[in-house]
T-cell receptor, first 116, second 114 residues
């Protein structure tokens, strides 16, 4: 079974600074997707960034980028120039892309606080 | 396009009752997945529907069931409610079921079981 581990229950960062959230996963699949979702106090899950396992290039979306290390099964999220609106719970998620076992497996989340 | 909508947003039930939650996906999306979110267990996959067929089911008891209609709207039902069923229930839709496009989540239904 696939597992996703987020070892940092809470993180804080000063506004305008950079923070990195960690995520590791365990899988025997070779083809899969990894995601970072953000859940603000409104509880609405919002996709931050997506990485296909077959792509070596790390995904980037504006101030958000990932460091995808496939061999190490590591998928960290870097937030640059942090803003107050980035404060939220961040979930790392794994999705297998083949067969009928199609579902997202989530980590336990990291609560990010942005300090003014 | 309107986003994923879930009704009701809040629900209070008592133990032993049953409940039905509804999810309307984004127009054109044919796959709907359901997740349960609790402080203790985190986010857990319940089931996925595509073209009115359940494609996959998570590790939940048979009290949890669902269905999907021809217009892709989905409902989930929980029978004989237990206190531990109190949770935020999220549904998510994607255009297709075999490609990992982005899953768009609804705002959730907060279920409280007393």
């Amino acid at each position: 079974a696939q597992t996703v581990t987020q070892s940092q229950p809470e993180m804080s960062v000063q506004e305008a600074e950079t923070v990195t959230l960690s995520c590791t996963y365990d899988t025997s699949e070779s083809d899969y997707y990894l995601f970072w979702y953000k859940q603000p106090p409104s509880r609405q899950m919002i996709l931050v960034i997506r990485q296909e396992a077959y792509k070596q290039q790390n995904a980037t979306e504006n101030r958000f980028s990932v460091n995808f290390q496939k061999a190490a099964k590591s998928f960290s999220l870097k937030i640059s120039d942090s803003q107050l609106g980035d404060a939220a719970m961040y979930f790392c998620a794994y999705g297998v892309s083949s067969g009928s076992a199609r579902q997202l497996t989530f980590g336990s989340g990291t609560q990010l606080t942005v300090l003014p | 396009k309107a986003g994923v909508t879930q009704t009701p947003r809040y629900l209070i039930k008592t133990r032993g009752q049953q409940v039905t939650l509804s999810c309307s996906p984004i127009s054109g999306h044919r796959s709907v997945s359901w997740y349960q979110q609790t402080p203790g267990q985190g986010l857990q996959f319940l089931f996925e529907y595509f073209s009115e067929t359940q494609r996959n089911k998570g590790n939940f008891p048979g009290r949890f069931s669902g269905r999907q209609f021809s217009n892709s709207r989905s409902e989930m039902n929980v029978s004989t409610l237990e206190l531990g069923d109190s949770a935020l229930y999220l549904c998510a839709s994607t255009p297709m079921a075999w490609v990992w496009n982005e899953q768009f989540f609804g705002p959730g239904t907060r279920l409280t079981v007393l």
